[in-house]
């Protein structure tokens, strides 16, 4: 299948139905038939059991408690550096926000205002900044860590689409990050305010955050806000949420030296807990 075809043929599918039925499966108990799925998943994909905190495959009641599976304590080293890379994936792109647009693909763009919801005000305290975009694959672990220190002050829920958010995906739906559904997380930290959106795809049943549980569903037409007054702290590399079944995190930090790590290219592997940049100095 072409890349531009298989492009097409998301906007003809009927997404939402194909993504209700998958958070269905997932979130069944279904005893052998469960662990058969898993199983199969493990050997499609080439899932690393030997990572797993628990790597008994036949203890896992649904698809959802495997998928969200947690990592052996060690497993992901922290680096020393002002900002971590939060995840497991591969890097979809990375850089400077010129003015308020954020790249997405070779001519594809999309606007920092577009991407949390409309909120112009909290958009312009990352005019000029810097952004990262992580794709998470089948594979990998789908907890998302904190890259910095932060107090959580704001979530909003965005509806939008569920189309697909691999690499061919990015590459041929004109922006897609600020289309499709997401939970848009804002936090304060010593160097100021970033953003760490959690982006939906199909067959992505819910997001969660461990402040708040499952943030969608349900899924609803307008946009949802919480303002949280009391402290919600968290350390660098503390967890903060996960995808029931896989998607993207895109993250905003603010003008300011920021560096990031020389290792990095656009469609190359990174894991949780690594250098991602460092902002101090000139």
């Known amino acids: ?104 693909a070779k001519g594809h763009h ?30 990998d672990y789908h907890r998302i860590h904190m890259p910095a220190a932060g107090r959580l002050v704001q979530m909003v829920y965005v509806p939008g689409e569920l189309f697909s958010v691999n690499p061919a995906t990015a590459r041929g739906v004109p922006g897609l990050f600020a289309r499709n559904e997401r939970v848009v997380c804002v936090f304060e930290s010593a160097r100021g305010p970033f953003v760490l959106a959690l982006v939906g795809a199909t067959i992505v049943g819910s997001m969660a955050t461990v402040w708040h549980g499952v943030v969608n569903p349900p899924r609803t037409r307008e946009v949802r806000r919480w303002h949280y007054d009391a402290p919600v702290e968290f350390v660098q590399g503390a967890e903060m949420g996960r995808f029931l079944l896989g998607s993207t995190v895109v993250m905003l930090f603010p003008a300011g030296p920021c560096r990031f790590n020389p290792a990095w290219a656009p469609g190359a592997p990174v894991r949780l807990g690594e250098m991602m940049a460092d902002c101090s100095g000139a």
């Open 1 to 104: 299948m072409s890349e531009r075809f298989e492009v097409l043929l998301q906007y003809a599918l009927p997404k939402r139905a194909i993504t209700e039925f998958g958070s269905h499966i997932a979130s069944m108990r279904g005893g052998a038939v469960t662990t058969a799925i898993i199983r199969w998943f493990i050997g499609k994909y080439g899932v690393n059991m030997a990572e797993a905190a628990n790597p008994d495959i036949t203890s896992y009641a649904s698809f959802n408690d495997f998928f969200t599976r947690a990592l052996k304590p060690g497993a992901r080293p922290l680096a020393t550096a002002d900002l971590l890379c939060p995840v497991d994936g591969a890097i979809s792109q990375f850089g400077a926000i010129e003015g308020d647009q954020i790249f997405q």
């Open 110 to 139: 999309y606007s920092t205002a577009a991407l949390v919801g409309g909120d112009k005000e909290l958009a312009a305290r990352f005019q000029g900044g810097s952004f990262a975009t992580i794709y998470l694959s089948p594979k």
